[in-house]
């Protein structure tokens, strides 16, 4: 338990405190337990001090000096501790949630079990700390040094790695479901078995990582560089290619997402699109909230029949080039799925495809209780636009896809070859 009358000196604050810490030739003092909540601490020197079970919440302690200090099980939540000192702390099970922790030096501590749940770990130093069921929940670990670092297995959903260097780090099976990578270094990163649903990879370098049995589906991936990848994802669907900015394309497989982006943003590698078109599905739409679940049983239909939905939502924010978008799309496609159920602007968009395209089928659906908006009966006069497929709601569709959609598709296909 802690010595009464080393509060009573802690509360008169740093400069009384280290003057007696200095002139009883540095002590290490027992405050196991102590009531410091709210303290005024900042700059303190407690090197090597026990602090085990202590309550450190809502302190300020910046540029405080805890170097080799235990703080096993301390409540250090929502304490101000920019830049402090932590080298070899013993912080096992700490609670550091909503912690500021900027800049701080993390080297060597032990944070077996400790809880960074949203704490502020931007640029902090963690080289050679133990990370054992550490919880960095939403946490912000911006611009921090984590290179090669043993992660397996711990938990950073939603956590902020803006920045950071995880280069050669082992991340196997680490939560990490709707981090944030932008601009993160991950080069030769061991993924295995991770889970990075939604995570949002923008203009991260993941060249030469494992991703055997990594969970990639929803991953934002926009100018992200994945080059000379080892293993086989254990989910890659619905990956975005396109920035928060523009209208939403997904598709379905990491290193083809990134031939998708060039192919639409550079003219010379559109010469290519023919060695893909024999997969490639394009599906529009306008799928609302209300209407995902039908964009959702289109793409996982198309996908047990073996093709490669790409989906283009024009639901989003209407802002770039749409028409040169879709048709670039359109040319490497084998046929177009286009639900024209509350069309906006589908109608530009098969304007850009129909009569340019003869040998893409394009299969138009709707919600059997809406009409077909009235330009579309311009589009009959194309023989290779179908009949449109009318359905009552998503288990109709679904039940009714090989034999009304897929199949007349085909023989369309096998017809005018």
């Avoid at 799309?329 to 129909?354: G, N, R």
Wanted: charged share 20%.
């Amino acid at each position: 338990m802690a010595d009464q009358a080393l509060i009573d000196i802690l509360k008169q604050g740093s400069q009384v405190w280290n003057r007696w810490w200095e002139d009883n030739n540095r002590p290490s003092v027992d405050l196991s337990e102590a009531n410091l909540s709210r303290a005024q601490l900042s700059g303190i020197h407690l090197s090597g001090a026990n602090l085990a079970g202590a309550n450190l919440s809502e302190a300020y302690l910046q540029e405080a000096w805890l170097d080799s200090a235990n703080l096993t099980g301390a409540n250090l939540y929502m304490a101000m501790l920019e830049e402090v000192n932590f080298f070899q702390a013993n912080l096992t099970g700490a609670n550091f949630m909503a912690a500021n922790l900027i800049e701080g030096f993390l080297n060597y501590a032990n944070l077996t079990g400790t809880d960074f749940t949203c704490a502020n770990l931007a640029v902090a130093k963690l080289n050679r700390a133990i990370l054992e069921g550490t919880i960095f929940v939403e946490a912000d670990l911006g611009s921090v040094n984590l290179a090669c670092c043993e992660l397996a297995g711990l938990n950073f959903a939603g956590a902020n790695f803006m920045m950071a260097h995880l280069q050669g780090s082992d991340l196997t099976g680490a939560k990490l479901t709707g981090a944030q990578f932008y601009g993160a270094f991950l080069h030769d990163t061991n993924l295995t078995g991770a889970d990075l649903t939604g995570a949002d990879l923008t203009n991260a370098i993941l060249v030469d990582a494992t991703i055997e049995q990594t969970a990639l589906t929803g991953c934002k991936i926009y100018g992200l560089s994945a080059w000379n990848l080892k293993g086989t994802p254990l989910d890659q669907s619905n990956l975005i290619i396109t920035q928060n900015c523009d209208p939403t394309i997904t598709v379905d497989d990491l290193e083809v997402a990134q031939f998708i982006h060039l192919l639409l943003n550079n003219k010379k590698v559109r010469s290519v699109i023919d060695t893909i078109t024999a997969k490639t599905v394009l599906i529009l739409g306008r799928f609302t909230e209300e209407r995902k679940a039908v964009l959702d049983a289109l793409r996982d239909e198309i996908r047990k029949h073996n093709y490669l939905p790409i989906v283009h939502d024009v639901a989003g924010p209407d802002n770039r080039d749409i028409t040169e978008t879709v048709s670039t799309l359109a040319h490497m496609a084998k046929f177009v799925i286009a639900d024209i159920t509350d069309a906006k602007s589908i109608p530009q968009e098969l304007m850009a495809i129909v009569p340019n395209l003869p040998s893409v089928p394009v299969q138009p659906l709707l919600l059997a209780s809406q009409n077909e908006y009235g330009m579309f009966e311009h589009f009959r006069r194309y023989p290779w636009v179908l009949n449109t497929y009318l359905y009552d709601n998503i288990d109709n569709l679904i039940n009714s896809m090989e034999e009304s959609i897929i199949q007349p598709i085909e023989t369309w296909l096998a017809n005018n070859r």
